[in-house]
Each structure stands twice: as C-alpha cells, then as structure tokens.
C-alpha cells in the first residue's frame, strides 16, 4: 500500500489530471521503476517547449470557449520591421481595449507574432462580444484596415484547445529568444486572464494507477493526451485530458474573485479558480 499524488486543472470544460509519486512516498515505493534519464540540450528544449504548449492549453481552455476567435492579422505592402510591427499590435489591442468597455466588454487576448521565413503576421485569441452597437468582426474591420488583411477562425465547438496552443508555441520556440525579437517572450496576454489553481490530494492504492483510466462521468479523454512513462528520476508517471462531452457557458464561469487592487494599477477584478 502507497499513496500518489493526484493533481487536476479544471479549466473551461476540461480537466487536465496527472498522476505522480510523491517524495513523502518515495522512499518505500517497490513498484515498477523506470531509468534514471539525462536529458540532452536538444531533449530538454523539448520538453520545456511540451510543457509552455500544456501550460499555454490551460490557460486558453480556462479563458476562451466556443463563439471566441482566433484572429490573424497580415500586413499589406509595405511591410513593416519587427519593432514596428510590435508598436502596430500594441496600438490596435489598446483601441481595441477602449472599444471593448464603450459596449461594456473587457476585452481577453493571447498574442504571438510570427516572421521568421515568412511575412510578419500576428496571431490572437479573442473574446468575440455582441452588442446593439457593433460586435467583434466590425470592430476589428475598423480598427486594422490600414494595416492590412484580416482572417477569424472560430474556436471550435469541443472547448479543448491543446492543438491550437502547440501551434502557438511551436511558431514562437525559434524567434521568442532572439536579440531582435522586440517581446522576448513566447506569448503575451491580457492580465484578466484566469489561470486556474491545481487541486491536489493523496490517493492510497495498492497496486498503482490503471494504465487505461475511465474518464468521469460526462466526459471522454482526448485523443492523444494520454501518457503513461517515467519523470527524469525514474518514478511513474501519468498524464491525460478529460473532455466534457456537452459543455455550457456555466463550464467557464470563475469560482473565486480577487477584488480590484490600485497598488498593482489593476483595473478589473482578478479571477482565478
């Protein structure tokens, strides 16, 4: 009999659960152990580059639902430097900021912006919002046209948003450390967002975690996101993402409020689970 630890993220309609053996339960463990493994340069970027894209999954997961947008903005002729362009994305998201709160929305976004062997572009994920007045589309029209094209791409339905935030990464991994890149940073994004706390808790089993686990009940487990290895000391290791089948708007509803605070300049509340 031992205990592992169970960690789980709920974030929008899904749940992303792993599975590990605690140090507190290390010393007795006799189960099946893996090999000790040091990471080459290469490998370890890799991994790193797999958890920022996990990390980044969540936090889209938490904040963005089915109805919001994943926008990309190109450039007409002439095109612009790097510096520029960064100065024209931060431009556009305070107007687009100011364009938000005149309808009574506060406007949500992660930002990458891409150039390397191709035209400089921006990717973002949006809140979409709707009033009488104008909704995202025409504001967005409006706000980039002397820049250039404009492309929206729903989110779709599922509400699980891994391969979107793998593509984000991926497209960054090579520029984000460079002398030229203007942001030096993978991603950049509204500080409303919510980035939801871990629960964690100690399970006693016998034997160990199934290698195969049931997803809850009103859910599934994503295609492709289950893992079952061994962490760099040699311990087991699980890891998967569980998927509500029918998610509601009421799935990424926050369930905590940090209230405004003027010592950080914040000028909205902070909600995080």
Same mark, same amino acid.
């Given at each position: 009999?031992?205990?592992?630890?169970? $960690?789980? @993220?709920?974030?929008?309609? %899904?749940?992303?659960?792993?599975?590990? $053996? +605690?140090?507190?339960?290390?010393?007795?463990?006799?189960?099946?152990?893996?090999?000790?493994?040091?990471?080459?340069?290469?490998?370890?970027?890799?991994?790193?580059?797999?958890?920022?894209?996990?990390?980044?999954?969540?936090?889209?997961?938490?904040?963005?639902?089915?109805?919001?947008?994943?926008?990309?903005?190109? @450039?007409?002729?002439?095109?612009?430097?790097?510096?520029?362009?960064?100065?024209?994305?931060?431009?556009?998201?305070?107007?687009?900021?100011?364009?938000?709160?005149?309808?009574?929305?506060?406007?949500?976004?992660?930002?990458?912006?891409? @150039?390397? #062997?191709?035209?400089?572009?921006? #990717?973002?994920? $949006?809140?979409?919002?709707?009033?009488?007045?104008? %909704?995202?589309?025409?504001? %967005?029209?409006?706000?980039?046209?002397?820049?250039?094209?404009?492309?929206?791409?729903?989110?779709?339905?599922?509400?699980?948003?891994?391969?979107?935030?793998?593509?984000?990464?991926?497209?960054?991994?090579?520029?984000?450390?460079?002398?030229?890149?203007?942001?030096?940073?993978? @991603?950049?994004?509204?500080?409303?967002?919510?980035?939801?706390? +871990?629960?964690?808790?100690?399970?006693?089993?016998?034997?160990?975690?199934?290698?195969?686990?049931?997803?809850?009940?009103?859910?599934?487990?994503?295609?492709?996101?289950?893992?079952?290895?061994?962490?760099?000391?040699?311990? !087991?290791?699980?890891?998967?993402?569980?998927?509500?089948?029918? !998610?509601?708007?009421?799935?990424?509803? !926050?369930?905590?409020?940090?209230?405004?605070?003027?010592?950080?300049?914040?000028?909205?509340?902070?909600?995080?689970?």
């Amino acid at each position: 009999m031992y205990r592992y630890k169970l $960690i789980e @993220y709920k974030a929008g309609a %899904t749940i992303e659960v792993i599975k590990c $053996i +605690p140090k507190s339960e290390r010393k007795g463990y006799s189960g099946v152990r893996g090999k000790k493994v040091k990471k080459t340069k290469e490998e370890m970027q890799e991994a790193n580059m797999r958890q920022a894209a996990r990390k980044l999954a969540i936090k889209i997961n938490a904040n963005f639902k089915p109805g919001d947008w994943h926008l990309i903005l190109t @450039y007409k002729d002439p095109k612009p430097d790097r510096k520029q362009a960064q100065k024209n994305i931060g431009d556009f998201l305070s107007k687009l900021r100011k364009e938000y709160r005149k309808i009574g929305f506060e406007l949500k976004y992660i930002q990458v912006t891409e @150039y390397l #062997h191709k035209r400089i572009h921006h #990717h973002l994920i $949006i809140n979409h919002v709707k009033s009488n007045k104008k %909704t995202t589309l025409e504001i %967005t029209r409006e706000l980039w046209k002397d820049h250039g094209r404009r492309q929206f791409v729903p989110l779709y339905e599922e509400g699980e948003y891994k391969r979107l935030a793998e593509y984000m990464i991926k497209e960054t991994e090579k520029t984000f450390r460079d002398e030229g890149n203007p942001s030096k940073q993978h @991603y950049s994004c509204s500080r409303n967002l919510i980035m939801p706390k +871990p629960e964690r808790r100690l399970v006693p089993v016998k034997k160990g975690w199934d290698v195969n686990p049931k997803p809850r009940k009103g859910y599934y487990i994503e295609k492709d996101s289950l893992y079952n290895g061994f962490d760099k000391l040699g311990y !087991p290791y699980q890891r998967y993402t569980m998927v509500k089948l029918n !998610p509601v708007d009421a799935d990424w509803e !926050p369930c905590g409020v940090f209230p405004f605070d003027q010592g950080q300049g914040r000028d909205y509340d902070q909600r995080i689970c």
